[in-house]
């Protein structure tokens, strides 16, 4: 999610999803945001509107892209239990064997919940990164492999 009312007047949206394009040269990039005004298309960049607290807005969103399996899923929207608990409910399906789901930014009480949540889903490993040293509560990280 993009809060333009936090970013300088000079923001430019997508600066993230052009890092990972840059990152992978062969991957065509597909991002969702709830902002229409973030809403972009460029070389291997694909964007759409997206609300992760939504289930009908994820499948919307995934149905467009035409795309049935994606090696890498980056969580970086609401920040909250409950949107990325949806979020991961319903694009699951779309994680390509071997390929890894991550969320990003969040409170060790979310990581708490989360792997409550995903007590008994043996076709993921879950991994939970505290990140203790940045001082930063919010900066953890969840990544998820799903088993080939």
């Not at 608990?85 to 708490?112: N, W």
């Amino acid at each position: 999610v993009t809060k333009h009312g936090n970013l300088s007047k000079n923001y430019k949206p997508g600066a993230s999803l052009r890092v990972w394009r840059d990152y992978f040269p062969n991957a065509i990039i597909w991002g969702g945001d709830i902002d229409e005004n973030a809403l972009f298309s460029e070389e291997r960049i694909k964007t759409g509107y997206l609300d992760q607290t939504s289930p009908e807005s994820i499948e919307d969103f995934f149905s467009s892209a035409g795309v049935k399996d994606f090696d890498v899923m980056l969580d970086d929207g609401l920040h909250t239990f409950e949107a990325a608990r949806c979020l991961f409910d319903h694009t699951s399906k779309f994680l390509a064997s071997g390929g890894v789901y991550i969320i990003e930014d969040l409170t060790p009480q979310f990581m708490a919940k989360f792997q409550q949540h995903m007590q008994g889903r043996r076709e993921f490993i879950v991994k939970y990164f505290v990140m203790e040293t940045l001082d930063v509560w919010e900066n953890n990280l969840i990544v998820i492999k799903h088993q080939q």
